[in-house]
């Protein structure tokens, strides 16, 4: 079994910043490609950005020049830095990881129970 547990969410002030964590556990065998994905009320899931693991990465237009993405793949662990937060950013952040286990099951993408960011004044 696989878990991903998000951390680091909560409430901010247009401008501020906060940094998500989402750790992978369980009887893993490789990480690959990870990412962060966001959906607000009303609206379709959307990628925010992903990461492999040797460290290439991509954003989502929202994302650009104002989130990075990192990870540490000794510790399954993948985050988000989020800087110059608006009003639109408000939305429950998902964290999702391609994970393959120590048998015969073929890997796949687990999910994360995601976390809430809300940015108001």
């Known amino acids: 079994q696989v878990q991903l547990v998000e951390s680091g969410g909560g409430l901010v002030q247009p401008g501020g910043s906060l940094r998500l964590s989402c750790a992978a556990s369980?009887?893993?065998?490789?990480?690959?490609?990870m990412g962060w994905y966001r959906q607000a009320p009303g609206k379709e899931r959307e990628v925010v950005a992903t990461?492999?693991?040797?460290?290439?990465?991509n954003y989502g237009d929202s994302a650009k020049g104002r989130f990075t993405i990192s990870r540490d793949n000794a510790k399954n662990t993948v985050y988000l830095q989020m800087n110059s937060l608006k009003p639109e950013d408000t939305a429950v952040y998902y964290c999702n990881a391609f994970v393959a286990l120590p048998s015969t099951t073929m890997p796949r993408y687990y999910w994360g129970q995601g976390t809430q960011v809300t940015v108001s004044p």
């Open positions: 990461i492999t693991s040797g460290g290439g990465t």
């Open positions: 369980g009887n893993i065998f490789s990480v690959g490609l």
